[in-house]
């Protein structure tokens, strides 16, 4: 059978990776994919933009199911137009996608639903949010309501970035994403990202990980959209696993369909962990993470496929993931210039030469004339799996230093807080 897999980022080419080891697949097709998709003789590149674009595509091709990567295609209401037209397809529909692609929608729905969060207020004009931020003082978290390619949150030190912040989203610097600006609650604690399988009732959790969102070693420099991943997460203990599903998950499945709008899909939690060990939420996102799609893929046994069927089916109670019990790190190696302007076009050199239980996943990369390039912010994410988180970290830098392109940039610390902190139990 035939997947599709609509994205074009390294969370995509992990997927549409592990699509193709199942043995029901013939050919998995991604659309628009990269340059890593393009080279892969499993994977199949297939041009495509619009929901009109992928609608035909599965049609075409009679895919068996579509699986969504991205937030822009959930937004744009890709879910909806492939159910009205008979197609089988994993996601959320336009209206369950609120909760990613508006943060005041999300912080209202929390609210209501009795899932934790920080204490926030949601402004349209500068004034009153400058206002709120003189009074409640630095540190302190700007957000953008809507989706900004994971441009749109400022963790302000002191109150001149806040209100620099401020001016800039309202100002137009994210366009209409920035129309609206969440004024936050800045808190403390270790973060983790907790993703689940959804199909409207029933929860499959994924294998827990951790980001990393500073540019630069030991969480310095501005937010990214994440520059590497590990899994598992040791800060979610067992206790605080089934915490985070009772408190903050399962609310929210049911709330949603309580309102009338059924979630399916993959549902991520960004979870801030107090020292008390007291989970928070940060931010929903209707969508696997990048880069922690890519270790939790390499970590992942079962047959994706399977899952995802019964996913699109309504019976996930029926299935478990299996996983590897080995750790698996991933180190994204980004463009000169990010994140406000990376640089595209450097031809990138030794992807050929990798080390056992190693994959370097594709994101913002083309092929040009035969050669791999660079095309976006995040250009790679080098990933590896070993016994161990240092043994596994020690395997990813080796194959990174291997890997080259003009003004790469990396972060040397991944994992740092685990091998930093105490046991845990």
Not at 346 to 354: H, R, T
């Amino acid at each position: 059978m035939k997947i599709l897999v609509i994205g074009g980022g390294g969370r995509e080419h992990a997927l549409a990776w592990r699509i193709a080891q199942s043995p029901r697949v013939s050919r998995v097709l991604v659309s628009p994919g990269n340059g890593g998709t393009a080279t892969d003789p499993a994977l199949l590149n297939v041009p495509g933009e619009t929901v009109a674009d992928w609608l035909r595509i599965a049609q075409q091709e009679e895919v068996h199911f579509t699986v969504v990567g991205p937030e822009a295609p959930l937004a744009a209401g890709v879910v909806d137009a492939f159910r009205a037209a008979g197609l089988r397809i994993f996601g959320p529909t336009q209206a369950a996608a609120r909760l990613e692609g508006s943060k005041d929608f999300a912080k209202q729905f929390m609210r209501r639903h009795g899932v934790p969060t920080a204490r926030s207020a949601t402004f349209e004009e500068a004034a009153p949010a400058h206002a709120y931020i003189d009074a409640e003082g630095a540190p302190i978290v700007i957000k953008a309501d809507g989706l900004a390619a994971g441009k749109g949150v400022v963790v302000a030190m002191t109150l001149a970035e806040a209100h620099q912040a401020v001016d800039d989203m309202l100002g137009g610097s994210l366009g209409g994403a920035g129309a609206r600006v969440l004024v936050e609650q800045f808190l403390t604690g270790e973060e983790a990202s907790f993703i689940v399988m959804v199909d409207g009732q029933h929860v499959l959790p994924l294998a827990s990980s951790q980001d990393h969102k500073r540019l630069l070693d030991g969480d310095h420099g501005p937010n990214t959209g994440g520059m590497g991943a590990y899994s598992p997460a040791p800060v979610v203990t067992p206790a605080l696993h089934r915490r985070i599903l009772r408190d903050i998950i399962q609310p929210t499945v049911v709330g949603m369909a309580s309102e009338g709008t059924v979630f399916t899909g993959f549902l991520y939690a960004g979870v801030m962990i107090d020292a008390e060990g007291n989970p928070s939420t940060l931010e929903f996102n209707c969508r696997m993470g990048d880069p922690e799609t890519q270790p939790i893929m390499m970590r992942l046994k079962s047959d994706l496929t399977v899952l995802l069927d019964h996913a699109i089916d309504g019976t996930l109670d029926q299935v478990e993931a299996d996983w590897d019990r080995r750790v698996a790190v991933g180190v994204v190696l980004a463009a000169e210039g990010y994140p406000q302007s990376p640089r595209k076009g450097d031809v990138i050199e030794g992807l050929k030469k990798l080390p056992e239980h190693t994959m370097v996943f594709h994101a913002g990369t083309a092929l040009v004339d035969g050669a791999v390039q660079t095309a976006g912010g995040r250009v790679l994410c080098v990933t590896a799996l070993a016994d161990t988180l240092r043994q596994a970290r020690s395997a990813v830098y080796e194959a990174t230093d291997g890997i080259r392109f003009a003004g790469r940039q990396f972060r040397t610390d991944i994992g740092w807080r685990a091998l930093a902190a105490p046991v845990r139990h």
